[in-house]
């Protein structure tokens, strides 16, 4: 009957208890309750408003004894607000349903949220990875529980050079071979070829080249330094030759 409220407030808190309760409820020995607590939660999954919809996701994301088709429909609806908690953190979905998702949608807020789920798999982050959505790489180099390829990694770090934001997450990883080691000096700050070097387990060929390329970092990063400066010298005394004949004009 509260399903079927016509008060959507009403079946908003519904949606919460019911989705609080429901692992309890299915554990009752009485079948009838069982069933009608499924019943229920079926008919909250479809309700026609967003927020009972959210509130039953927020409650059940956690939840591994949802029954598949209710996770399935709550992950793929439509709002962001509903599918996305359910994504990222229910048990319910499976490696093929993930990669479907990545496959069918290309919406970097979808992406983002597979990314950051607990023991991701690997074929999974090359899915992920494949996409070079710079917010979801970001998200899935920062995930130390993202079981990420060596080749994976490597297709990443070929196009990492261009993308400022995955240098960070990239250079704090665990897992980075010394040949990734040795790439990532070719391109990151000095600051970041600092972190490199202070990497433990480095053999000597390569602790030499990350020395090498910081040294030619820190020397490409004073000239550049150099440069602007006197740029903006050169836009001052312009600035100031334009405002004084600007002011010799006027007397």
Do not use: Y
């Not at 967003?50 to 956690?62: F, M, N, Q, S």
């Not at 960070?168 to 010394?178: E, I, M």
């Not at 004073?222 to 334009?242: G, H, N, P, S, Y």
């Amino acid at each position: 009957l509260l399903a079927d409220d016509q008060d959507r407030d009403v079946r908003k808190v519904l949606a919460s208890k019911i989705g609080r309760l429901f692992p309890g409820l299915l554990a009752e020995e009485q079948k009838q309750l069982r069933d009608m607590a499924l019943a229920t939660l079926e008919k909250l999954a479809q309700d026609e408003v967003t927020e009972v919809r959210a509130a039953l996701a927020e409650e059940i994301k956690h939840h591994d004894c949802v029954p598949r088709p209710i996770v399935q429909a709550l992950a793929n609806d439509a709002d962001p607000s509903v599918g996305l908690p359910m994504i990222e953190f229910s048990p319910q979905m499976e490696d093929e349903d993930l990669i479907q998702l990545v496959v069918a949608s290309r919406a970097s807020s979808i992406l983002s949220a597979i990314a950051r789920r607990k023991k991701l798999s690997g074929d999974v982050c090359q899915a992920v990875a494949t996409t070079l959505d710079i917010d979801a790489v970001s998200a899935l180099l920062a995930n130390t529980d993202a079981a990420i390829r060596t080749k994976t990694l490597d297709k990443i770090i070929s196009q990492a050079a261009e993308v400022a934001e995955w240098h960070g997450p990239l250079v704090v990883r665990a897992d980075l071979s010394q040949g990734a080691i040795r790439r990532l000096a070719g391109f990151v700050g000095s600051t970041m070829i600092d972190d490199l070097m202070a990497r433990s387990g480095l053999d000597d060929s390569t602790r030499n080249h990350i020395k090498h390329k910081l040294e030619e970092r820190k020397k490409a990063e004073a000239k550049a330094d150099a440069a602007m400066i006197a740029a903006l010298r050169t836009w001052a005394q312009t600035e100031a030759f334009v405002t004084a004949a600007v002011e010799s004009c006027r007397k």
